[in-house]
């Protein structure tokens, strides 16, 4: 009698704007022999998860706070303007330490390299470059967020992935 076998992997970031961008993958195989059920899940598990992960790093558009939603340049605020050089760019003083992440991200990161003896500044850079291309400081939110995962796991701190509809247990169900 064959068994059949469903797994899912799905994976929403937060974007800029209030946006979000999610992707999931999912599989279904039979199996003849219950024996096989705990690899086979493992091996489908590192499938997907490696699948959506590689996916979902082509956002496709992401609004900034330069555009409103619907690509258009969003209004321009009056005094919020920043230090420019004389080519009207940002000088370079302002940008040397600006993180593309969001302020959270980077005190997460900077908090894990800090508390964690095994993770240093480097090695954090080393897997921005090894899995993006891109130092720590240049990554936006999706990429600080699988950064952030990455690390926790090898920190031993698997990051939680405990949703708002999911039951926190009781009093009662906890004893």
Not at 54 to 64: A, D, H, L, M, S
């Amino acid at each position: 009698m064959a068994i059949k076998l469903s797994a899912n992997y799905s994976k929403k970031l937060g974007l800029p704007q209030y946006s979000s961008h999610s992707f999931s993958a999912s599989v279904e195989v039979e199996l003849n022999d219950i024996s096989q059920v705990e690899a086979e899940v493992q091996k489908l598990y590192q499938l997907l998860q490696q699948s959506v992960d590689q996916e979902i790093q082509q956002p496709g558009f992401v609004p900034t706070a330069n555009t409103n939603g619907n690509s258009r340049p969003a209004p321009q605020q009056k005094g919020r303007a920043q230090p420019v050089n004389g080519s009207g760019r940002p000088s370079a003083s302002s940008s040397a330490d600006r993180w593309n992440c969001t302020d959270g991200q980077r005190g997460f990161i900077l908090r894990i390299v800090n508390e964690n003896p095994g993770i240093t500044k480097q090695v954090a850079e080393d897997l921005s470059q090894q899995l993006f291309g891109i130092g720590v400081k240049q990554l936006n939110k999706m990429q600080a967020s699988q950064l952030i995962e990455d690390l926790l796991v090898m920190a031993g701190k698997p990051a939680p992935r405990q949703t708002r509809w999911q039951q926190q247990p009781t009093n009662a169900q906890a004893a």
